[in-house]
Structure formats: structure tokens, C-alpha cells
């Protein structure tokens, strides 16, 4: 089975919580879908960017919930989540030489690093199989998420995964701090952070993102 990497992309207008993704960046999603693109292929891993909303639940990184369904786990070894404002570099080496193929792959935060007491991860990339999403999406539903909005009014979808993580019986597996750094150009991958890749649009990892991508012959699915 081939490993798999993904990405998701939907228009934020007429999500409830629409105002979540102001600080997406028309270039960073074009150098992302490039980059993560040329990545998969140097490494002989599939890509898909998901356009269609399934989940249908605040806004659209919620979307990422699709990836637990049988549709997915049954076909992929592995599957990689990017964030579409992660630069995945062409000499990175191949994450899943790293992945633990029966694990939840995540990075751990580097600052503010717990969540109910125990090490938490930025949701942006992550890696999932077969033997984690079973068991994980037994606490995936909708109700529930509802109730923690009632306790919680800017519960998010990386809470969520947090939380998730935490109840189920699973493994973790935590990748090393370079696989999921804010703005960091010499990372193995770099996630710009928030609205700064709007406010510094040449802060140097978009620099190098450009470079290199002018140099490849990839296009854009935007």
C-alpha cells in the first residue's frame, strides 16, 4: 500500500465561523499545494488536495475529519495532513522513514505545550493508519463537539484532535520539533503562522518558497 499525503481546501464564504481563516494568503496556498505536491512525488507518496466538504461543520478545517473514514484508512498505508500553509522543502527527507505505522504521528508544541495537563500538537500536520483512525474515530461526532462549544465558545478542531488523542487507545508517536515549525525556512517543514504570512509576505521562508517553485514544473490546482 502507498502512503498518502493530503491537503484541503475550501472557500471559507458562508461557514458559520468564516472569520477563522482571514489570515489565509492567496501566494502561500499556491506555494504550499506546489511544494507539498513536488514533495509527494520525490518521494513516491500520492497527493490529494480534498475540495469537497463532507464534514459540513463551522469552517472548513473541520474538513480534516474526513481522513478517519474507511474510504481513506483502507487504501493508505499511511496519511500525512498538511496544513495549505505548510512548505514542505525538496531536500527534506521522507517523513514516513519516521512515521510509526500503528501510531498517531504528531509534533510536539514547543511553547505552551500541554493541553488538560498532558503534551499537546499543533493540528497542522499530523499522520494517521488504520490502527489509530479505528479507535479514534470512536470519539469523533458531532454532538460531542457541540457540547464542548457550549463550555467552550473558541473550541477548534485542533482542540478537538487534542482531546481525541488523549481519550483514545492509541499510540503516539512524537516527530521531532523540525517536521512542524512556525516560519522557520530551514525546518523540514515550515508552517507559517497565522496572519504573519499575510503581514510579511516576504518574511524568508516565502522567499525560498518562491525561489525554489519557479524552478520546478509543477503547477498550482489553484
Not at 114 to 139: D, T
Amino acid at each position: 500500500m502507498k502512503n498518502l499525503i493530503v491537503q484541503i481546501f475550501m472557500n471559507k464564504k458562508g461557514w458559520e465561523e468564516e472569520h477563522r481563516l482571514d489570515g489565509q494568503s492567496s501566494e502561500v496556498l499556491i506555494l504550499s499545494n506546489i511544494l507539498v505536491k513536488n514533495y509527494a512525488k520525490k518521494i513516491n507518496a500520492d497527493y490529494k488536495l480534498l475540495t469537497k466538504p463532507i464534514i459540513n461543520f463551522k469552517h472548513p478545517t473541520w474538513e480534516r475529519f474526513q481522513l478517519f473514514n474507511d474510504e481513506w484508512i483502507d487504501a493508505y498505508k499511511n496519511i500525512l495532513y498538511l496544513d495549505t500553509d505548510v512548505f514542505s522543502w525538496p531536500n527534506t527527507p521522507n517523513i514516513f522513514n519516521f512515521i510509526d505505522n500503528l501510531s498517531f504521528n504528531v509534533v510536539k508544541r514547543q511553547k505552551d505545550g500541554l493541553w488538560r495537563g498532558r503534551p499537546s500538537f499543533n493540528a497542522g500536520v499530523f499522520c494517521i493508519n488504520k490502527s489509530c483512525a479505528l479507535e479514534m474515530r470512536k470519539f469523533l461526532n458531532k454532538s460531542s463537539w457541540l457540547e464542548s462549544f457550549k463550555s467552550d465558545p473558541l473550541w477548534e478542531d485542533s482542540k478537538e484532535l487534542n482531546t481525541v488523542s488523549q481519550n483514545a487507545n492509541i499510540k503516539i508517536n512524537w516527530l521531532e520539533s523540525r517536521w512542524n515549525m512556525k516560519n522557520d525556512p530551514d525546518a523540514y517543514f515550515t508552517h507559517l503562522w497565522g496572519n504573519q504570512k499575510k503581514i510579511f509576505p516576504d518574511m524568508p521562508a516565502i522567499i525560498k518558497a518562491r525561489k525554489i517553485i519557479s524552478e520546478l514544473d509543477i503547477t498550482s490546482d489553484f
